[in-house]
Every structure is written in C-alpha cells, then in structure tokens.
C-alpha cells in the first residue's frame, strides 16, 4: 500500500495543469453532479495514553459507502463530496480486541487534475463526522484467563473505560479515476477526545484504501 501511495504522489508532483477532465464516464462541461459506491478497508487506530497504557495495536475493518459529489464551477475543476459511510474501527493487542461500528459523512473539497488522457488524480481534504451505533470489546474478565465480551461503550466493564459514541475529525488523502472506476487511499485524523474515562484521552484515527465506481 506503501507503494501505491508513493506512485500516486510521484504522479501528482509530475502534472502541471488539467486539460478536459471527465468523471463517472461523462463531461464535467456538460454535467456537474456524481453519484458512487465505495467498498475498502480502514486500519484503525486509538492513539493517546490510552493506547500507550494498555499497548493497543492497529486493527483491521471494512469500509461500505455511497457517495455523491457536485462541481460548483465549469471553470475549474473543483469538488465538493460527501456521503454515508458504513466503518469497523477499534484497535487489539492479542487477544483484546476493542471494536466499534460507525456511521460517517464527511464533507471533502478535491482537485481534479488530468494525468493522462483516461486518468484523472484528486487530492482531498476536509472534515468528517461521525457517530458509533454498536460495539463489543473483548478482554480478560480480570479473574482469570478467560475472554468475555463487552460493550465497547459501557464505562463501569470496558477496560478502555468505555468510548464516546460520537466523534470528529479531518480526512486527507488522494483519489485517482480511470473512467468509472476510482481508487483512493487517505488517512483520518480524529480531534475528539472519545475515551468517557476522566484518567484517560484517546483519539481514532484510520489508514483508509476504497475502491469505487463513480456514476
């Protein structure tokens, strides 16, 4: 993924300009809205002494999402989006496993610039905000070795001391399209405290890679 990310910064650095850039299979000089699907995977992460105090690594999730984007000018090829996205975050170490779903808009200005004749580049930014409406973490039930289940957000029997459901933060990244299809890889940075624990702070934050069609 490393390597992914390297080719398409090398490619940005590279394009001077845009000529006649097309989304979703059609003219943005003749249409200005888009419409896609996204399906990815989040590498999800807890930072903050939370995290430092109880050792917890990145964990895995999948990523589902629709997605609609507008041109607000014919003369420069400039993006507003925005979109439901369905997310599995959390964070592990071992055999602890905390997890939380979430639902997420964000709400990201692109730049479209044309680097070859069917590939188009976009870096993103802009904030995001988002609300956990499920969760479970698995720990030792502190009597023994045993793993029992809990929710994500009960603070009296999550080891975390229980997570915040609602949460905020900026999204950046870079998107690249080939005709309908659309790749994109970004990195998510959380701004709000979610661990409810007085003791403690803990921000989310995500690697994120989606593969799209946009319409």
């Not at 995290?51 to 041109?71: E, Q």
């Not at 090829?77 to 779903?101: C, H, M, Q, W």
């Not at 609300?131 to 009597?143: I, L």
């Not at 890889?185 to 701004?191: K, L, P, R, S, T």
């Amino acid at each position: 993924m490393k390597k992914v990310l390297v080719s398409l910064v090398a490619m940005l650095c590279s394009v001077s300009g845009f000529a006649q850039y097309s989304s979703g299979g059609f003219s943005l000089d003749e249409e200005n809205m888009y419409w896609g699907v996204r399906f990815g995977m989040t590498v999800s992460s807890l930072s903050g002494d939370l995290s430092s105090n109880l050792d917890l690594g990145p964990k895995v999730g999948m990523t589902l999402a629709g997605i609609v984007g507008l041109r607000p000018s014919d003369s420069t090829p400039v993006f507003i989006e925005s979109g439901l996205y369905y997310t599995e975050r959390g964070a592990k170490k071992d055999k602890i496993r905390v997890g939380y779903n979430t639902l997420e808009i964000p709400l990201v200005v692109k730049y479209g610039f044309k680097a070859t004749d069917n590939i188009a580049l976009l870096p993103f930014f802009g904030p995001y905000f988002s609300y956990a409406f499920s969760g479970k973490t698995k720990q030792y039930d502190g009597t023994s070795s045993n793993i029992v289940s809990v929710g994500s957000f009960d603070e009296k029997k999550a080891i975390t001391g229980g997570l915040k459901r609602a949460n905020m933060g900026f999204k950046f990244g870079v998107g690249a399209e080939f005709n309908k299809l659309y790749l994109e890889i970004a990195y998510q940075v959380g701004i709000t405290n979610i661990c409810k624990a007085e003791a403690y702070s803990s921000h989310s934050n995500a690697f994120v890679a989606n593969f799209g069609v946009n319409f």
